[in-house]
């Protein structure tokens, strides 16, 4: 399966344009796949799709090709599917929780055109590491992404403690929840004060105090018009 975006539920879909155009993000063109409102805004290295449909359920989203003739092998696995919208005559799509509850979803074919890249893309976040989610049994669910071809390193001496699961797509980071309660996003940058200086001259502004282990360092947060944490962490961290 293929990374193709972190899907997001949002109430109102032109602020959470606003406020990821305001940071620099670009948008990619959108198919005709969903029923609901649609948009993929995108920095070149991470794509969040953004969804106005009511009690969508935020998923790390992958496309899986033939998907209907690979849900043999999802039983393999022992996976337990939460729902599955298979047939002729719609776009064909399942999901379910991994181990500590966050949606996985796959979908049989891309839902956008990736935007071509652009000398110096990017964002005013910085550079984007991972996704980060929330996992009370950290080794637990290591292995159950690392079933779907990731590598799990133990990062114990990091700032906040976590298991980053690594692939050719994206990075999935797994956290304590205290620190992480849902999926967030993570960005590395040389200069923190400069860059809450460049968000307070786009209009953003921090939103509370990062998570405790941060908050003796360089390190600020970001919170979205639909709640999506975004950490800013000094590379050096």
């Not at 032109?14 to 948009?39: I, K, M, N």
């Not at 071509?116 to 992404?145: N, T």
């Amino acid at each position: 399966m293929r990374f193709l975006e972190l899907s997001l539920g949002t109430p109102d879909i032109r602020a959470s344009l606003a406020f990821y155009s305001e940071l620099g993000f670009t948008t990619a063109d959108v198919g005709d796949a969903w029923h609901h409102p649609y948009a993929v805004v995108t920095d070149g290295r991470l794509w969040l799709g953004l969804h106005e449909e009511a009690e969508f359920v935020n998923s790390t989203t992958f496309v899986k090709p033939g998907l209907l003739a690979q849900l043999h092998d999802l039983e393999k696995l022992g996976i337990e599917l939460d729902f599955a919208h298979l047939g002729d005559d719609v776009f064909n799509e399942v999901g379910w929780h991994d181990p500590a509850g966050n949606m996985i979803r796959l979908v049989e074919a891309r839902t956008f055109s990736p935007a071509p890249p652009v000398a110096g893309m990017g964002s005013l976040c910085g550079y984007f590491v991972e996704i980060g989610l929330p996992a009370a049994d950290r080794e637990v669910a290591k292995e159950h992404w690392e079933q779907f071809g990731f590598v799990g390193i133990e990062e114990p001496d990091a700032a906040l403690p976590h298991v980053s699961c690594t692939s050719d797509g994206v990075d999935i980071g797994l956290y304590d929840p205290v620190h992480i309660g849902a999926p967030s996003l993570l960005f590395e940058v040389d200069d923190c004060a400069a860059t809450l200086e460049r968000l307070g001259a786009a209009g953003i502004s921090p939103s509370g105090r990062p998570p405790g282990p941060l908050q003796q360092r360089e390190a600020a947060q970001l919170r979205s018009p639909e709640g999506t944490l975004i950490l800013l962490l000094h590379s050096g961290i």
